[in-house]
């Protein structure tokens, strides 16, 4: 059986170490394949109708998250509300689209001891962010003034704000260059891209808020640097990826037993590989 990962760009995805680590654990490292494969938006519908019978599903990067549910016969919670897919199935002759990335925040907060959520701020208004509304809805944070979205262009992240709406959540938003007005919450949550937070690290790290951080190579970014050494509790995106994929391995395997462990072995080795290689 076939599966992989798409998006654009995705040479750098760490999916199919994690896989590829779970096919090993599973036995199922000769019968099964899982690839990386560069895909735009407009070029994902044609891909999936040539999918035949020896494909599993997809893992699916940005900028295919939103595109994706276009395409699936079946839409599974939580990614009718979130808006966005990052996983597609193949079985019973109909594509199903999922959304791993919920879960995987949420694993990823508890595993690093973060059981509840009053408040947050979240940089960005992405998909990613859509499904951190979501996640941190599922640890709490649900009252009215709970949840802010700060967007460099606020009228960008109108996708995540009708994800709260059908939610029935409320979010507020507001520019990002106003970060300094919304950080007396218990977490902030970045979906930015690396580097893109750097500027704003200062201010988060003297918040007294914990962090999450999506990204996850290179690490620590500028902002998780400085949380970090001011004690704050930071939590970064490998935990999340590993998580969700642990998800995906499940949907398109049918495997109950995902080795987590394995798959964090291999990944946390690749991170450190790259790391000493510069990639």
Same mark, same amino acid.
């Given at each position: 059986m076939r599966a992989a990962v798409l998006g654009s760009p995705v040479e750098h995805s760490l999916s199919p170490v994690l896989h590829r680590a779970a096919y090993t654990e599973l036995g199922l490292s000769r019968e099964w394949s899982y690839e990386r494969i560069e895909c735009a938006e407009t070029e994902l519908a044609g891909f999936v109708r040539e999918c035949d019978h020896t494909w599993a599903g997809l893992s699916l990067t940005m900028p295919l998250k939103r595109v994706a549910l276009? &395409?699936? $016969? $079946?839409?599974? $919670?939580?990614?009718?509300?979130?808006?966005?897919?990052?996983? =597609?199935?193949?079985?019973?002759?109909?594509?199903?689209?999922?959304?791993?990335?919920?879960?995987?925040? +949420?694993?990823?907060?508890r595993e690093a001891g973060i059981q509840r959520v009053r408040s947050a701020t979240v940089l960005g208004g992405g998909a990613t962010a859509a499904s951190a509304v979501a996640a941190l809805a599922g640890l709490g944070a649900t009252d009215t003034g709970a949840l802010t979205l700060l967007a460099r262009?606020?009228?960008?992240?109108?996708?995540?704000?009708?994800? /709260?709406?059908?939610? #029935? &959540?409320?979010?507020? +938003?507001?520019?990002?260059?106003?970060?300094?007005?919304? &950080?007396?919450?218990? &977490?902030?949550? #970045?979906? =930015?891209?690396?580097?893109? /937070?750097?500027?704003?690290?200062?201010?988060?790290?003297?918040s007294g808020a914990n962090l999450f951080d999506v990204v996850y190579s290179p690490w620590p970014t500028g902002m998780a640097a400085a949380a970090?050494? /001011?004690?704050?509790? +930071? +939590?970064?995106?490998?935990?999340m990826l590993l998580h969700q994929a642990v998800a995906q391995v499940e949907l398109m395997t049918g495997a109950g037993n995902v080795p987590l462990e394995a798959m964090r072995r291999a990944g946390l080795a690749e991170l450190q590989r790259r790391s000493a290689a510069g990639a």
């Open positions: 276009e &395409l699936a $016969e $079946e839409v599974h $919670e939580p990614a009718s509300y979130v808006g966005g897919a990052n996983t =597609l199935v193949f079985e019973g002759g109909r594509c199903h689209a999922y959304n791993t990335d919920v879960a995987g925040i +949420v694993a990823a907060l262009d606020p009228n960008r992240a109108r996708g995540a704000v009708q994800a /709260a709406e059908r939610m #029935s &959540l409320h979010v507020d +938003v507001a520019p990002l260059a106003d970060i300094t007005g919304y &950080l007396d919450v218990d &977490l902030v949550v #970045s979906t =930015l891209p690396s580097g893109a /937070a750097d500027p704003y690290a200062p201010v988060v790290a003297a970090e050494e /001011a004690g704050r509790r +930071v +939590v970064g995106g490998f935990g």
